[in-house]
């Protein structure tokens, strides 16, 4: 249960949150159906192409070609 305060915001308790893997900034949809609401959880984005993701791992360096790059220096140390 929920209560609207007095800004038209609701609080969505802690436990649901977490389970639904909600934090700050998640986007939520809220539409209305038959004689109540409906709540969801907006999906991410999807990718489509290639070009979408260039630079998302944040590297600065210089462009390097495909053959240039060595798996075994980006593997994970223990």
Known sequence: ???L???GQLVIPAALRRRL???P???LSLTLEGEGLRLEVESAPR???AT???GCS???GPALPIEAMDP???AVRP
């Open 72 to 74: 075994a220096a980006f």
């Open 25 to 27: 900034g998640s986007r």
């Open 21 to 23: 893997g909600l934090g």
């Open 1 to 3: 249960m929920v209560t």
């Open 47 to 49: 990718t489509h192409r």
């Open 5 to 7: 305060s007095s800004k």
């Open 58 to 60: 944040g590297y600065r």
């Open 52 to 54: 979408e993701v260039i």
